[in-house]
């Protein structure tokens, strides 16, 4: 049985940075693409960034590029997103997501954590 669980989210002040985590187990990881994405409050829910974990290359909204780096832990199967210069339009629920997809779309990842809260105050 798969599982993504996410932790790290949290209130900081805007300026500021939170590292997210998110364990996988159930599988073995290696041949999955990771996404993270995110849903503010009466939005759609959008891509933030990914990893192809057998070689780590990663991608960025753009919105995020530069601020955000999204990373992984072979040896604890784990992704991590480290967020810094949050703004408050960064807050939103942040999900993790597997898929074996190459460059899936968002409703071609097969597996979802159940979110961490991010809440970036001005």
């Known amino acids: 049985q798969v599982q993504l669980v996410e932790s790290g989210g949290g209130l900081v002040q805007a300026g500021g940075s939170l590292r997210l985590s998110c364990a996988a187990s159930?599988?073995?990881?290696?041949?999955?693409?990771m996404g993270w994405f995110r849903q503010a409050p009466g939005k759609e829910r959008e891509f933030v960034a990914a990893?192809?974990?057998?070689?780590?290359?990663?991608y960025y909204a753009d919105s995020v590029k530069g601020r955000f780096t999204m990373s992984r832990d072979n040896a604890k199967n784990t992704v991590y997103l480290q967020m810094n210069s949050l703004k408050p339009e960064d807050t939103a629920v942040y999900y993790c997501?597997?898929?074996?997809?190459?460059?899936?779309?968002?409703?071609?990842?097969?597996?979802w954590g159940q979110g961490t809260q991010v809440t970036v105050s001005s």
């Open positions: 997501a597997a898929s074996l997809r190459t460059f899936p779309l968002e409703y071609e990842y097969d597996y």
């Open positions: 159930g599988r073995t990881f290696s041949r999955y693409r």
């Open positions: 990893i192809r974990w057998s070689v780590g290359s990663t």
